[in-house]
């Protein structure tokens, strides 16, 4: 059972997807995230953008984020963030794409900027560099824009140091098979 830790929206309980399309984050490593984000999260804009359940997303409306987008390639999955954005009364202060990340990337450049952006792909993908490197080139991060990564792999630069230079590490911890990092854009040289 997946539920809305703390917050305007505290115990309110989420649905899922069946099945194992989607791996919820666990409520473990929720509570580690957010414990490290709790004074950065209001007035935020979030990007969400492997939106699963939404329950990132979902997670820092209730901690005071301002609005969220939710982006995911799974019709199945949009239908269950929907039902969640609802449930916890943040569904008009949200918006909702079916899209693979790429595409909305690219497509958002010039249109969207985002404070927070949570980066929480199926693992198999290994795709969190990516889903870094195309978003600083389409501009769509905020100057001091955070973002947390969620993934199978240490490195999530998948071996780039000039993109891991682009960042400051905030935090990075492992939980069994999940490495979860937490990184600041720098400021433009």
Not at 14 to 20: Q, R
Not at 50 to 55: E, H, I, K, L
Not at 74 to 91: D, I, L, R, S
Request: proline residues 4%.
């Amino acid at each position: 059972m997946m539920r809305i830790v703390t917050g305007s929206a505290k115990g309110v309980r989420l649905n899922t997807l069946e099945g194992d399309a989607t791996r919820p984050t666990s409520e473990r490593v929720k509570e580690a995230v957010f414990s490290s984000l709790q004074f950065d999260l209001a007035g935020r804009r979030v990007l969400d953008l492997f939106a699963g359940s939404g329950q990132l997303g979902l997670e820092a409306m209730s901690r005071g984020a301002v609005s969220a987008m939710f982006v995911d390639a799974a019709p199945a999955a949009m239908a269950v963030v929907k039902e969640n954005a609802v449930k916890t009364g943040f569904f008009s202060s949200c918006r909702y794409l079916i899209s693979d990340y790429r595409s909305y990337i690219r497509k958002a450049g010039g249109r969207d900027t985002w404070d927070l952006i949570f980066i929480d792909p199926p693992y198999a993908l290994h795709c969190v560099g990516d889903a870094l490197a195309r978003i600083l080139q389409a501009g769509i991060a905020a100057p001091g824009c955070l973002f947390v990564c969620e993934s199978g792999e240490e490195d999530i630069f998948a071996g780039q140091p000039e993109l891991a230079a682009r960042f400051e590490l905030v935090k990075a911890a492992r939980y069994s098979i999940t490495y979860i990092t937490i990184l600041r854009l720098k400021e433009e040289p």
